[in-house]
Each structure stands twice: as structure tokens, then as C-alpha cells.
């Protein structure tokens, strides 16, 4: 019930396409749903984040949609650029504990 | 210098010894965590302190895992008579409380290499 399952494992798209990640959790005492993004050798850094009594929220060319009967959410970069190539990262916690649960994570890639 | 600090960088060690890993959290965040990357993983919790208290240490995978916090500042995760499985990336991470609203600053990490 803890467990936060994310997918695709990797992704390959060309500039300006629009990657989707998507994530899925269990536990509905999760009220706390971020998005983390890793450059190689460097921590993860917090992009955005979601409650989930909104169903979307963006932030730049990054948008999260939130299905809470679905228990899922998704993260969309909309006009990828290469920069953007780097690994993604969803999470869940109770706003309580602030322990966050991870998904596996993704591997992006844009390509010029 | 605001981000979270851990060290060393990396650390090569043989099996069977120990290894203690350091983290300097933002100052003024109360909340610390570790967690564990293995290569092409996700994160996996270790432990969570609150203050100088570790009321969450579920994530620690064995008795030869352990953490300490001291001062509500620094702190350290030491791995005794180290196993080849434990080569990962050690990643330490602050909040200012718990909550919504409190995201978690990570450190770049430490990786660890039992050889």
C-alpha cells in the first residue's frame, strides 16, 4: 500500500514533443504529490507538486494531472527541449509524516 | 551556501568495514532524511528525523544500519561491517517542517562502492 508505481522506465522524444509520465499510488492517506528532477550526479530537485483537491496545476512547460478516483497522476512537459533530458521522479506522502514514498523513476531523453 | 551538504563525495571502502557518511542540512530545517538510489532505482527511505528524534526509522534494511542527529543540525548514517549490496548513492535531504508546503532539498549524495 505504500508502494508508488511509475512508468514509462525510459522515454525518447524529439524536441518540441510532449513526453507523459505517468504514476499511480494506493494508499489514499497520500495528500502530497510531487515531482522530482535528477541531473547525473546531483540530487533530486523539486519541479512541482500537487494536492489532491485540484485536478491539474502547471508551472511553466510543466503541467501535473491528477485523477483522485483513478489514484493517479501524470506529469506532461509540454515543448521538450534537450535540457529537459534528465530523470523524473514522482512521490507520494501524508502531509503528516512527510516521509515521501518514490516511483522507479524515468529516464527522459529529447533529442535535438 | 544554502543547499544541503553531504560528504565525502564518494567513498570506496572493502567489505566488512565501516563507513560513516555525513550530511549538513539547510540551517534552520528541522526535518532530515536519508534515503538510498541503487543504480537505475528509485529512492528508498532509510530514515527520517525530526529534531535530534527519529520517530520513523523503517526504511534502515538491516541492524547494521544506523543514524544519528545531533544538535538538530548535522548528521550522520553509519554502515557497520559493509556489504557489497550496500553500494548505492546516499542521498540526505532537508525540510523546514513536515508537510505540504515543505519540499525536501536534497544533496547531491555520497556513493558509496563496497568492493
Known amino acids: 500500500q505504500q508502494q508508488v508505481k511509475q512508468s514509462p522506465q525510459s522515454l525518447i522524444v524529439q524536441k518540441g514533443g510532449i513526453p507523459i509520465i505517468n504514476c499511480a499510488y494506493e494508499?489514499?492517506?497520500?495528500?502530497?504529490f510531487p515531482w522530482y528532477q535528477q541531473f547525473p550526479g546531483k540530487g533530486p530537485a523539486l519541479l512541482i507538486a500537487i494536492r489532491p483537491d485540484v485536478s491539474e496545476k502547471k508551472e511553466g512547460r510543466f503541467t501535473i494531472s491528477f485523477n483522485k478516483s483513478a489514484k493517479q497522476f501524470s506529469l506532461h512537459i509540454m515543448d521538450s527541449q534537450p535540457g529537459d533530458s534528465a530523470t523524473y521522479f514522482c512521490?507520494?506522502?501524508?502531509?503528516?509524516?512527510?516521509?515521501?514514498?518514490f516511483g522507479q523513476g524515468t529516464t527522459l531523453q529529447v533529442k535535438p | 551556501g544554502a543547499g544541503v551538504s553531504q560528504s565525502p563525495s564518494n567513498k570506496v571502502t572493502e567489505k566488512g568495514k565501516d563507513v560513516e557518511l555525513r550530511c549538513d542540512p539547510i540551517s534552520g530545517h528541522t526535518a532530515l532524511y536519508w534515503y538510498r538510489q541503487s543504480l537505475g532505482q528509485g529512492l528508498e527511505f532509510l530514515i527520517y528525523f525530526q529534531g535530534n528524534s527519529a520517530p520513523d526509522k523503517s526504511g534502515l534494511p538491516s541492524d547494521r544500519f544506523s543514524a544519528e542527529r545531533t544538535g538538530g543540525s548535522v548528521s550522520t548514517l553509519t554502515i557497520q561491517r559493509t556489504q557489497q549490496e550496500d553500494s548505492a548513492v546516499y542521498l540526505c535531504?532537508?525540510?523546514?517542517?513536515?508537510?505540504?508546503?515543505?519540499?525536501?532539498?536534497f544533496g547531491n549524495g555520497t556513493r558509496l562502492t563496497v568492493t
Open positions: 512521490a507520494a506522502s501524508n502531509s503528516n509524516t512527510g516521509k515521501l514514498i
Open positions: 535531504a532537508s525540510s523546514l517542517a513536515q508537510g505540504w508546503g515543505s519540499p525536501l532539498h
Open positions: 494508499n489514499t492517506a497520500f495528500d502530497y
